[in-house]
């Protein structure tokens, strides 16, 4: 008598063959930190497939750089507001020394030769003064780059000096410049002029601040 072969049908066919896969499963006894992690990660994500397998290794390689991107991106635009009790030096000027004290700060240090330091204050000065103005919004999240741009905007005569001054602040800040003699003496003067100049109104659309994160 001859037998029919059984041809399974789709629920005995999946079951068939997660019996076959569980068969290779290795030990975790034996399973390396790595090899465990990969596990962990194909059981959350319902991966059918050998962790120890090449191709699954650069599946997985692909969905943690995604997973970090993720989570950068994240932090980056939805990042909390600086804390109060942040420290001083990491904000671009402290908001308990007016723009007066900044600037005579500047001169003192520009008359001792201290060049960097006398800039740095300079542009704090201008920074604070645009503050007390209301020219500009100064929040503990304001970089010099995002000041730049927000005054430029209001003080057009003055954009071209400003932005460059920005630029070198960032530059000084990080210790890849240092300031002549000719530009510092050159930003305790604009800083000067700033704190007095008179502002204009911008047309919303000219407005390259309205293009700058808060």
């Given at each position: 008598?001859?037998?029919?072969?059984?041809?399974?049908?789709?629920?005995?066919?999946?079951?068939?063959?997660?019996?076959?896969?569980?068969?290779?499963?290795?030990?975790?006894?034996?399973?390396?930190?790595?090899?465990?992690?990969?596990?962990?990660?194909?059981?959350?994500?319902?991966?059918?497939?050998?962790?120890?397998?090449?191709?699954?290794?650069?599946?997985?390689?692909?969905?943690?750089?995604?997973?970090?991107?993720?989570?950068?991106?994240?932090?980056?635009?939805?990042?909390?507001?600086?804390?109060?009790?942040?420290?001083?030096?990491?904000?671009?000027?402290?908001?308990?020394?007016?723009?007066a004290q900044y600037?005579?700060?500047?001169?003192?240090?520009?008359?001792?030769?201290?060049?960097?330091?006398?800039?740095?204050?300079?542009?704090?000065?201008?920074?604070?003064?645009?503050?007390?103005?209301?020219?500009?919004?100064?929040?503990?999240?304001?970089?010099?780059?995002?000041?730049?741009?927000?005054?430029?905007?209001?003080?057009?005569?003055?954009?071209?000096?400003i932005h460059e001054?920005?630029?070198?602040?960032?530059?000084?800040?990080?210790?890849?410049?240092?300031?002549?003699?000719?530009?510092?003496?050159?930003?305790?003067?604009?800083?000067?002029?700033?704190?007095?100049?008179?502002?204009?109104?911008?047309?919303?659309?000219?407005?390259?601040?309205?293009?700058m994160p808060r």
């Open positions: 008598m001859t037998s029919i072969p059984w041809t399974p049908d789709d629920d005995d066919a999946r079951r068939l063959l997660d019996e076959r896969i569980d068969s290779y499963d290795v030990d975790p006894t034996g399973m390396s930190w790595w090899e465990r992690v990969l596990q962990w990660l194909n059981d959350a994500l319902k991966l059918n497939v050998d962790v120890s397998g090449t191709g699954n290794l650069v599946t997985l390689g692909f969905l943690v750089l995604a997973v970090v991107v993720l989570a950068f991106l994240l932090f980056r635009f939805f990042r909390p507001s600086v804390s109060p009790s942040q420290d001083a030096d990491e904000l671009l000027v402290d908001p308990s020394i007016s723009a600037l005579d700060q500047a001169r003192q240090l520009l008359a001792a030769k201290q060049l960097d330091q006398a800039y740095l204050q300079a542009y704090r000065a201008m920074v604070r003064a645009a503050s007390e103005r209301e020219l500009t919004e100064v929040t503990p999240a304001t970089t010099a780059t995002v000041f730049g741009w927000s005054l430029g905007g209001v003080l057009p005569a003055y954009r071209t000096a001054a920005s630029e070198k602040f960032n530059e000084i800040s990080y210790g890849s410049a240092h300031p002549s003699q000719q530009a510092t003496e050159s930003i305790v003067h604009l800083a000067a002029t700033v704190a007095v100049a008179t502002p204009t109104t911008p047309h919303p659309h000219q407005n390259p601040a309205r293009l």
